[in-house]
């Protein structure tokens, strides 16, 4: 069988804990190896367990989810962070994605939602809710800020077609529907992508997109 998930949960609030560790026990593929009610707590628990995922809350005591998010992205280890809040706010969508978070949920979705998304993003992709993508596009557009030295010169080795895929990319296209707009197959969308990773050093899908944007490859939705 597949190991299991390693997942830790960070929420200030017990009874989210709760609910989220009792659902997972009952799911044999993640399972809970920690718990933290702060920022601090997370980060500590991230360099002692070194989980697969990190199941983040944005507003917690001291140091909050998002600077929490960034320690954990720029550390040594290969951990990849959810974030999953109330609070379903431009301003956090933008600051979680930039910081690293390769995912980016709100608590109102449904359970089986959210367990999916632990699963997708401890595969090594990325994920939003589908109720914050316009609204993190138009974040996107409407706030230039520069460019870090990691995505400055995304043009150096990129081919014109995968210079159309990223673009597709970061209008929110999926590989099938790539595949349909470039009137090519499958394979060679994912091939794409993947070199893309490669060559933007990316760390996901999520990535691509904030390149896309922040280098003008995709302006404000029309």
Same mark, same amino acid.
């Given at each position: ?33 920690? #718990? @933290?009610?702060?920022? @601090? ?25 998002? #600077? ?18 109330? =609070? ?7 600051? !979680? ?6 995912? =980016? ?28 993508? *316009?609204?993190?596009?138009?974040? =996107? ?7 870090? !030295? ?10 014109? *077609?995968?210079? #159309? ?11 099938? #529907? ?18 893309? =990773?490669?060559?933007?050093? !990316? *760390? ?7 390149? @896309? ?10």
């Amino acid at each position: 069988m597949t190991a299991a998930v390693r997942v830790v949960l960070a929420d200030d609030q017990p009874l989210i804990r709760a609910g989220l560790r009792v659902l997972m026990a009952d799911t044999p593929d993640l399972g809970v190896v920690g #718990e @933290a009610a702060t920022g @601090a707590q997370a980060v500590q628990l991230v360099r002692d367990l070194c989980p697969d995922v990190v199941v983040m809350d944005i507003r917690m005591p001291g140091v909050d989810g998002i #600077e929490a998010t960034r320690m954990i992205s720029e550390g040594p280890g290969t951990t990849r962070v959810v974030v999953l809040t109330t =609070f379903d706010d431009d301003d956090y969508v933008y600051a !979680a994605l930039r910081a690293g978070a390769s995912g =980016f949920l709100v608590k109102d979705m449904a359970l089986e939602d959210i367990l999916a998304a632990i699963r997708v993003v401890a595969a090594g992709d990325a994920l939003i809710a589908p109720s914050v993508t *316009r609204r993190l596009i138009e974040e =996107f557009a409407a706030r230039p800020e520069p460019v870090p !030295a990691s995505v400055r010169r995304p043009a150096i080795g990129v081919t014109d *077609r995968e210079r #159309e895929v990223l673009t597709l990319v970061g209008r929110g296209r999926s590989n099938g #529907e790539i595949a349909v707009d470039l009137r090519i197959s499958g394979a060679t969308v994912k091939a794409h992508v993947a070199r893309l =990773f490669t060559k933007l050093d !990316a *760390r996901d899908r999520v990535h691509l997109v904030i390149i @896309a944007y922040e280098t003008g490859l995709v302006g404000p939705p029309k």
